[in-house]
C-alpha cells in the first residue's frame, strides 16, 4: 500500500504510435514522496491485485517483474519472474459466445457513457432485445459488425464508429500474371495485346518480352506447364502461386497447335505498372 505506478507517455501521440505507444513507467512512493523511474520503453503494463507482481511488454515480449525493485537486464531472473515463453500457448475461443458477451458489452458501455444520459429518448434494453436473436446466425465477425452497425444506428448520433476484431488470417497465394491481354478465339485464349515495359528495370518486368521468349499479339496460348489450356478454362487458375517463378508455356500462331513452341517465362505478381507505364506512352506518343 502507499505505492502508485504512473506512466509517462510522450506529449504529442500520433497514429504510428499505436498500438507499441512507448511509456516510461515511474514509482511513486507517497510515504517517501520519492520518485523512481521503475521500466523504459515498455509499451503496457498491469500490476497484480496483491500489488506483488508487474507484468508489462515491450513490443511482442511480455515480462514479468516484482514490484519492490526495478528488473534489471540480463542476470539470472527470479523465480516466478523475467520474459514469458508464449510460443506454445493457445487460447480456445467460442466465437459465437464470445459475440453474445461482446453485444451485451456494448450496451452496457452505451448506458453507462453515453453523452445523453437519455440516450436520445432510446430505450436501450428494448433495442437490445429486438436485435439480440441475430446473434444465433453470425458466422464471421464482419457478421457481428454489421449488426450492431445496424442496432446501433438507432441512437442516431454522429461519430459512432466500428471496426476492428480478429479477424483469421489465410495464406495468400499469389498468382502470377503474363502483361498480355486475352481474346477467346477458335475454343483457345489469343494473345491480343503484350506489354513491353522496360526489362532492364526490376518494377517494370514484362515476362513475354524477356530474351528468347519473343510472344506476340496473335499467338495463341495453348498450355501451361503441360496443362492443355482451352477457352472454356478460367485462365487464371492455371497461374496460381507461380509469380517470380519459372513457368513453361506452349503458344503458337494457329488453335490447333501447329508451329507451336515451349518458353520459359516467369510470371509477375502485378501488372499495374506495365499497364501504368503503356498508358504513359500511349499518352506521350499522342502529344
Do not use: C
Request: glycine share 10%; hydrophobic share 35%; proline share 6%.
Amino acid at each position: 500500500s502507499g505505492i502508485l505506478f504512473i506512466a509517462e507517455a510522450p506529449q504529442v501521440i500520433t497514429q504510428a504510435d499505436y498500438p507499441n505507444l512507448p511509456q516510461t513507467l515511474y514509482k511513486w512512493d507517497l510515504e517517501k514522496r520519492k520518485l523512481d523511474k521503475f521500466v523504459e520503453d515498455l509499451n503496457d503494463f498491469t500490476v497484480s491485485f496483491n500489488g506483488e507482481k508487474l507484468l508489462y511488454r515491450k513490443g511482442e515480449q511480455w515480462v514479468m517483474a516484482g514490484t519492490d525493485e526495478p528488473p534489471t537486464a540480463g542476470g539470472k531472473p527470479k523465480p516466478g519472474e523475467g520474459p514469458l515463453k508464449l510460443d506454445s500457448m493457445l487460447v480456445y475461443v467460442e466465437p459465437r459466445e464470445m459475440w453474445k458477451q461482446m453485444y451485451r458489452e456494448t450496451w452496457r458501455i452505451e448506458r453507462d457513457f453515453f453523452y445523453d444520459p437519455n440516450h436520445h429518448g432510446l430505450d436501450l434494453n428494448k433495442v437490445a432485445a429486438r436485435y439480440q436473436p441475430y446473434l444465433d446466425g453470425l458466422a464471421s465477425r464482419d457478421d457481428f459488425t454489421y449488426l450492431l452497425e445496424d442496432a446501433l444506428g438507432e441512437m442516431t448520433v454522429g461519430h459512432m464508429f466500428l471496426g476492428g476484431g480478429e479477424r483469421p488470417e489465410p495464406k495468400k497465394v499469389k498468382g502470377g500474371l503474363l502483361g498480355a491481354d486475352y481474346a477467346q478465339e477458335n475454343g483457345r485464349y489469343r494473345i491480343t495485346r503484350v506489354y513491353d515495359g522496360e526489362n532492364w528495370n526490376p518494377g517494370l518486368q514484362a515476362p513475354l518480352t524477356q530474351p528468347g521468349v519473343n510472344v506476340k499479339a496473335g499467338d495463341y496460348l495453348l498450355a501451361v506447364n503441360g496443362r492443355e489450356l482451352r477457352s472454356s478454362d478460367n485462365l487464371y487458375s492455371f497461374f496460381e502461386a507461380t509469380a517470380g517463378k519459372q513457368v513453361v508455356l506452349k503458344v503458337g500462331p494457329s488453335a490447333d497447335g501447329k508451329g507451336s513452341r515451349d518458353v520459359t517465362v516467369v510470371p509477375v505478381e502485378s501488372e499495374e505498372n506495365l499497364r501504368r507505364f503503356a498508358w504513359i506512352e500511349g499518352n506521350r506518343r499522342k502529344v
